[in-house]
């Protein structure tokens, strides 16, 4: 009388989840936080709806010719979050990653505000030390601090880079900041945009960034809203003149050859979107990353 | 590694469930399918749904000075509805909660559309013989056959009265169907409307149920759409003119003393819910009926 | 080759309307006009999406115990609303009213905002030269002008007074107005609110109003925010504190005897009706209009 | 005093439809069905909802530098759906279509779900048995079966194949499926993706289509999910990568010299459709189809 | 050349607000944050969207027979939120508050999420140290913490009652609670539920508030979920079983002899508000407040 | 006691305004009509919606590299509009406009529907009598009367070509009208669509274009219906196959160098905008407008 029985199956798992974490060799794991979140809040809700969506999509990706039962990943389900503790939220993120992080598993994280991916980078940092960050975002979020406060999902890349170095830092996509932070990315020249909307611009840039990358161990966080709004209008600060679905998939295949031992997708909101296309997109966005690295 | 972590609890169950079946009293299950809607369609997400909303609710009933740790039940997830197929559907449903009722167990069923309650009322049939069904709804459901077809949301009730004997089924809340279904239930006696919105004419009618009912086993179907429309807009064919929430508690605490062997709450429409107000009345009523029989 | 087939019908008309013209005793013809709307616009599309929400209703009425093939009605279709230009579509909406009029035929017009009912009161008027007017609404709508406009919403029941003298308007609901609005209306002595909203206030009300009109002609004209926003939130300009349908059911039954000629039912928006409930309680309203007077 | 009127006229028709079917050369017909449907639900509402868009775009075109009244088409209303009957339902689509097509009409169907392609299809290959199929989607809908039932939204297009053999079957668009069938795409040879996203790999596609196909009868399958989600966000099972309008009408107008004899445009779901654009541009495609073929 | 040009006017401020703050009696302000929401956030929106809404509803007051102009109040705008930072949010709540007591003005603060109702009663008590709260809610917020925080709109009350004491606490319309608060609130014997829902039962409630308050200074919080979600849809944790409109104005009413010196309206969400009801019952409810006390 | 505290700040001003019109070079203004509009109603809602949404935004342009500070503007706030009174509104907004005209201001006019343009060019032609028109819109908007009137959104650029001569407006974007419309336009030759799609046309238009223009005074009209409605789904008449942002921002720029004395956005349509998006969109143009000319 269990739910082994063969008419019934568990609730809220991304499509094609393993049964138990022992032999899955990537985690994905949510963790619903929108504590300072200046745009539109919502994001807590995107793991549970990104689950529900996962099933308007296919088991298969005709792109890599290969399917979800192919890849040995868990949805182990979400992250203690204490309500309006930043600080205990990011604690418990930390401590979540590192116990998948410390047995040789993979993260695939499910935000939630990309505050979290400060964290989750300091985990995998832990078991990585010459970790290298792959940043796709709107947004430079690379204020030292915002409204005063340190730890903010407008400040979050500039933690990373602390705790990576500046140079280990590559971001795509950004269109949107501060002065002071288009200064910073001026100086690193590791940022790109214009480049990410054309076939010959994204082929330069991969080229550049897996020449320098070659075989450190990389994290991967893509912010939703480096795709347009029009792809992903579910999202709290929208920003027009993105890469559409297209650019993305073609940008992340040339780097398919990275070694990517810890990925998150952050900034999905489903209280603004309507019609569910930032969450199909955000589920098959999940597919292509479990199948492509 | 698990999900036995301190941090990180499973996604995608009722507030409170227990980790597996074999310690609980009561088993939720859903049942999401809506194929033979004739409203808006969209049931088919409403278990996935409420479950997300019952993280809005509190544990404890200040109605009934009771908590949720209280009462032993599991979350075991969804039925498998094979997409279009009215039959199998059915068929899972049946051997589903007749999985649960043969090990002593009682079942939770959240649909749906309301023609899952039949195979339900089936295996709970199976289960005690001498059953008796009480009816919450606006709408009869009491058709012989719908456009043709026998098996239907519009006809569920008539199936129903034909599994259990149509003076063993009380309906309560009805205030739509053809002349036909209101000929039938002016012939059976047993439908309750405008009593249902005052005091006196609940404790009436409570009264008789009561008496007639006695010790035998009961099986409980509550269509969202008995509640009015203002209280609970999310489902496809509102009808003005319905119970509010406090009238539909105190009739369902005037019953409290019968033995309830089996229960399903039905065509909650989440995507007709903007507000989610329907979703978190539904893991209320929820709560209520784990707590209250 | 043709819609006569017996697979195929017509779209957009209400539920169970004729085919043409000749037999029927009232026509249902839409007045999509919000023009003068200072609240939200979107009545414009109420005529149409009633239509499809009327699927969503039975064709009996348990209330009154007839259906829906008992009234002989027909569905015109829409009148034609010149973009922009007041004049010329209340000469259209007084025009087209008035054909129906003139043959002896009863009209049940759909607004649309509440200003299309001042011409079709005066096509009524035209044809029963001694009207009473019956007026349920949340807002007197009896200025004299509207930042200097003499035709608008929320004049539309001055104009009426106008046609048909003060005396012989009655109103019912109305809980918001200016000051010199309700000055009228206490000098009036004819508006009843409270009274609405219990059995015995109802009962007094409609006593009087049955005695004052005796057997003159009435035109009923229904602005949907007569109702509680909770009932009907599809509207432009909710205001808390109305009837619920029952409130208003029971009073249009009181009121079953008085000879009806004209009605109207306006202020219906489905722009702002999510979980289409106010659709369905106008399609509601409608059928028990159609079966009761 | 009918709607001959000139101040009134019918409601419910596509822009610009004749009157009656007999001068007519192409019919429109709705066919609101969605039972099978795996996504979310809700494209029985499309040909109401269209047919209300069609309000909002211009008679003429100016890429064909045509109006509407220059195509002699009736808009005949829907075809009756027995609510939940799948087998129903199709008989009553293949009645409906072949009545048309044996009085040499040409059809224009408007789901509705994709399975009432399969119907149409074969009303169209009883008066063309030398019928090629064009098949613009995201997804292939090859399959054999799904979950155990032969016909389905996701089949439909296998029995589409059966009726006129897998070498009279163009596919455009497809950007997901199964790898069965990919399998059976990769050895037609007569599928196209990346080339709809070029002007240059469209006119390649065309030139082979329009070489191989030559002066054949043409039934134009469009599933609104062929274009971009962006574009047409209101649709069950939106999948990113897809057309823009412009890939789409391109590609359409270079198809132009083809003998089009049956047409439909499906799955359009207006409860998913917030803003109302993916009807507009179900309206403009269907203004385009019926001036371009 | 500025805007006291007669064609136009100052945007963003609620209906009738003085020019400045000098000669106003009443500093309406409002409080952007909801950075603690254990339900859905958004609530930060409220301030602005209540000023929007409040153009729906007239400058008179029917119940009170009296009209805006009359209530000399300015709105000054919104306190500063640094997002995500609980203590500057509250220490700048504290600081614009107590500005406006210090000068002898009465606030009505706008939330927001309830949690701001803390510095809000700090600020007046500082003004007035014999204050009495009285507080409208669904939820008893009383918790000592909520997941280890001490400020939370879940604890709010309790750090309020630790300012005036739990004996100055009077409790309105809760009906959800953990059982810890239910002892606390059982304790206290000053909170009503039930009586809310009747004439009779708020006429003895209010008289002994009435007799207990005296002529003490009152500050006045209401959370608009107090309000039943049919009333009220837009909330981030919306509770079954509230007060209607006419039950809250009622009880208000009988508390008019009070002297209030301080009042606020919280936990307004506009992205719950599809129809823009919960907007409109605010905006009515402040102008009623202003009115009223 | 003022909101010259520095915790408190003014509502409803779009970012950075200035707290006064004298130091101001820029004025943005609102005009909050939509009386004419055909399509879906409620642009008048936009001005308010624009201002909240432009918190989602940076103050920094990085294509620009200016920012906010730099540009001296000051948010007025609305015209005001007589509901439903055409000629009253446009008065208005003729003398709000040259009130700031007359003072050597730039004025930036947020609609409201496109009529509002008709009135804003006068007030600028009054004081720059040899006007040019930048016209960007999917919408050719010249017929010379519509249902009658010669005052309407679907008119005004013919009243605006009255006024400053057809050979002085220049057309971008055009992709619906009636076919006269197209045959003024083919005739006078400065109009620009597919060109729009690619950097080349843009180029060679822009050319023409600021070769034509040179030194002359030009006023610049936005639809923001000029944008495709996957970018800009919140308008009434959404018209598939548009500019995306980054066609119409790179367009805009190679026209920076003409001297633009006026500006205007309209058509923003806030109650169709689901995700905010367009508002967004827009509050980014209007910052780009603003650092650009």
């Given at each position: 009388v269990d739910n082994q029985s063969n008419v019934i199956r568990r609730s809220?798992?991304?499509?094609?989840?393993?049964?138990?974490?022992?032999?899955?060799?990537t985690i994905i794991v949510g963790a619903?936080?929108?504590?300072?979140?200046?745009?539109?809040?919502?994001?807590?809700?995107a793991p549970a709806a990104i689950r529900v969506a996962?099933?308007?999509?296919?088991?298969?990706?005709p792109t890599l010719?290969?399917?979800?039962?192919?890849a040995c990943f868990f949805d182990a389900g979400d992250i203690l979050m204490p309500y309006g503790d930043v600080e205990s939220s990011l604690k418990n993120i930390e401590d979540g990653c590192w116990s998948f992080y410390s047995a040789s598993k993979r993260v695939l994280l499910l935000g939630?505000?990309?505050?979290?991916?400060a964290p989750a980078v300091k985990a995998a940092h832990r078991a990585y030390e010459d970790l290298v960050v792959l940043h796709f975002d709107?947004?430079?979020?690379?204020?030292?601090?915002?409204y005063g406060m340190k730890l903010s999902h407008a400040t979050v890349m500039r933690r990373v880079a602390e705790i990576v170095g500046m140079q280990h830092l590559w971001q795509f996509?950004?269109?949107?900041?501060a002065r002071e932070e288009y200064e910073l990315m001026r100086a690193s020249g590791q940022m790109y945009y214009e480049d990410m909307l054309s076939p010959s611009g994204r082929a330069s840039a991969a080229a550049r960034v897996v020449d320098a990358v070659a075989d450190r161990p990389v994290y991967l966080t893509i912010d939703?809203?480096?795709?347009?709004p029009s792809v992903?209008?579910?999202?709290?600060t929208p920003e027009p003149g993105g890469l559409s679905y297209t650019d993305l998939m073609d940008m992340l295949l040339r780097l398919r050859q990275l070694r990517v031992v810890g990925m998150d997708l952050v900034e999905v909101n489903p209280m603004l979107d309507a019609s569910g296309c930032t969450l199909v997109a955000a589920a098959k966005l999940i597919r292509e990353l479990l199948l492509c690295f």
């Open positions: 809220g798992r991304f499509l094609q989840s393993l049964d138990d974490c022992d032999g899955a060799n619903p936080m929108d504590i300072t979140s200046s745009g539109r809040p919502g994001s807590r809700y996962s099933e308007l999509i296919e088991d298969y990706s010719d290969r399917q979800l039962e192919d939630g505000e990309h505050l979290v991916t709107a947004h430079a979020d690379l204020r030292d601090d915002y996509g950004i269109r949107s900041g939703i809203d480096a795709l347009d992903a209008p579910g999202t709290g």
